[in-house]
């Protein structure tokens, strides 16, 4: 990597400002997160690096000062992408960081769901990326136009391209947002076509798995997440495929998705309106018009109501970890005090 830069890397001058003159070590790209190292990518090379902090502190995509063998210090993130981690379990987990476009990955079959969509679309959101919706196997549909335009219809920002993601020619169609220092994340379901685009684009090949007949869906050949260098000179960031996507701290990028019923709900005569039955709704107006279809707010509703009770619990947790902590901390100073009497 003698003739890489670090603009070469995704480098921008959000990091630059934030070096200081006590900073110890060299900017780094994070490649890769496992339990106890990074792997960090630099002009001179990759790296591997002990951490000061927890696995879960860091995300592929993410810029660090590499000193000795060690990760210095992390630098604030340009975009972060996050969810409410799978399970019962109430933490945030990192899905990438320092992304400018998030390929939201879905095809012209069974796969698509527009539900589905507007959660990645709030989630790009949030995290502060461009969204482009990828739309795989067209060559396997009588009609890949109807579905950009259903994928378009969901915001004016949104670009939607459907294509043949086993073409090599079609998959550099995405070259624009993957190319000069570019960072492009992948996030879908799985049997989607990730990896086989990961293939085409960095020239990287992994294994992909099948597809069941009957609901469109594969088994997950990506099982971690790595930032890999594009032949277009850009960088792509592969996630496993998401069963559930529980996002959390969301609330701007739902309203964002949601853009619409969020203005047209200022115009309702009450400010806590429900939109259910109140006198003077300005959404219920718009559904009994038929300018609104009601399953558009039905997902608004229920995005907003998941956003709210995954922040409290996860906002829960934390404060209870807090409690523990400061009583641990009371019981060593007073036994402390016992010693010292």
Not at 62 to 80: H, I, K, M, Q, S
Not at 91 to 117: E, H, K, M, P, W
Not at 173 to 197: H, M, Q, Y
Not at 228 to 237: S, Y
Request: glycine share 8%; aromatic share 4%.
């Amino acid at each position: 990597m003698t003739d890489t830069t670090l603009d070469d890397l995704g480098w921008s001058p959000h990091f630059s400002r934030q070096l200081t003159d006590d900073d110890i070590g060299e900017p780094a790209r994070v490649s890769a997160v496992h339990r106890s190292i990074i792997e960090a990518i630099t002009p001179r090379g990759t790296l591997k690096l002990s951490m000061p902090e927890s696995a879960g502190n860091y995300a592929v995509g993410d810029w660090v000062l590499a000193d000795a063998g060690a990760a210095t210090r992390r630098l604030d993130r340009l975009t972060e992408l996050s969810r409410r981690a799978a399970g019962e379990v109430a933490y945030t987990q990192l899905i990438a960081a320092n992304v400018d476009t998030l390929g939201i990955v879905t095809s012209c079959n069974a796969d698509f769901n527009i539900a589905r969509l507007e959660r990645y679309l709030a989630l790009a959101e949030t995290g502060g990326c461009l969204p482009l919706i990828i739309l795989t196997k067209a060559d396997q549909c009588d009609d890949p136009t109807s579905f950009v335009r259903q994928a378009e219809r969901l915001s004016p920002l949104i670009t939607a391209i459907a294509l043949n993601a086993k073409d090599v020619e079609d998959a550099e169609r995405l070259a624009p947002w993957c190319s000069n220092g570019k960072t492009l994340a992948l996030v879908g379901s799985s049997g989607v076509g990730k990896t086989t685009l990961q293939n085409r684009l960095t020239g990287v090949v992994h294994a992909t798995a099948d597809i069941r007949q009957d609901d469109a869906k594969g088994r997950h050949t990506t099982t971690a997440r790595f930032l890999r260098k594009t032949q277009t000179g850009g960088w792509l960031i592969d996630t496993p495929g998401m069963r559930e996507l529980r996002l959390t701290d969301a609330s701007e990028g739902i309203d964002q998705v949601f853009s619409d019923l969020a203005e047209l709900a200022t115009e309702c005569k009450f400010n806590d309106c429900a939109h259910e039955s109140e006198p003077g709704c300005a959404i219920r107006a718009a559904i009994a018009s038929g300018d609104l279809d009601p399953d558009r707010l039905e997902r608004w509703q229920k995005l907003e109501a998941e956003d709210r009770h995954n922040s409290a619990t996860i906002a829960q947790k934390h404060a209870r970890a807090r409690q523990t902590e400061k009583k641990y901390d009371q019981g060593r100073a007073k036994g402390r005090q016992k010693r010292g009497n």
